[in-house]
């Protein structure tokens, strides 16, 4: 499968500061998929990413999918209490289809 | 309620014993997945289906673990000879149409084997 890197593991912001996870593949990827997991909760679908260049906007969060389609970041501004989780990205694998996901970002806000 | 449902959401069990957990998913979605997610770590796919047919099984996927859909609907994936490793929220996910499809993840079933 494709395997996806996701940079920082952790990131501690204060509440009104911006943050930003980034996902790196070695390999061109078809599509990449953002979820969101709150603490004690399940993965939460955001978003999907498949074309080039690809950028898409909810509300203060920011999604861009590479170029060459090797890496894919997720911005959010102005960051809120409620934003707190860890962010996966994710991407079909497989000879048919199942997802790979990366580690995960965690995110922690300080009010 | 319409989403993914999962039971038990919590099992505890002696290493050895065998446990069986079931997933209902979103009622029109033919597409079911298991996962499994360790503390601090990304969900790690295990085996998934499309209507009643396992289409394909993670290497993760030892002999103790089979996973069934009998009529397409709900799902059940059985652990059998528990060990202390398999301790870890089992999830599962449905969704609709072939691959490329968002996933509708349920709560999981957090199992502890001691």
């Known amino acids: 499968g494709q395997q996806v890197m996701q940079i920082p593991q952790y990131q501690h912001v204060q509440e009104g500061e911006d943050f930003t996870t980034y996902c790196n593949s070695s390999t061109t990827l078809s599509n990449i998929q953002w979820y969101k997991q709150r603490p004690g909760g399940h993965p939460v679908f955001l978003i999907q990413l498949v074309k080039s260049g690809e950028v898409k906007k909810q509300k203060r969060l920011t999604f861009q999918f590479g170029e060459a389609k090797k890496n894919s970041s997720l911005h959010i501004t102005a960051t809120q209490t409620t934003d707190v989780g860890t962010y996966f990205c994710a991407n079909y694998g497989g000879s048919q289809g199942n997802l790979i996901f990366g580690k995960g970002t965690k995110l922690s806000v300080k009010p | 309620d319409t989403g993914v449902s999962q039971n038990p959401r919590h099992k505890i069990t002696k290493r050895g014993q065998n446990v069986t957990f079931r997933c209902d998913p979103i009622?029109?979605?033919?597409?079911l997945y298991w996962y499994r997610q360790t503390l601090g770590q990304g969900p790690e796919f295990l085996t998934y289906f499309q209507n009643e047919a396992q289409l394909e099984k993670s290497r993760l996927l030892s002999d103790r673990f089979s996973a069934e859909r009998p009529k397409g609907s709900f799902s059940t994936l059985e652990i059998q000879r528990t060990e202390q490793g398999d301790s870890a929220m089992y999830l599962c996910?449905?969704?609709?149409?072939?691959?490329?499809?968002?996933?509708?993840f349920g709560p999981g079933t957090r199992l502890t084997v001691t």
């Open positions: 009622s029109e979605h033919n597409r």
């Open positions: 996910a449905s969704s609709f149409g072939a691959r490329n499809y968002e996933q509708y």
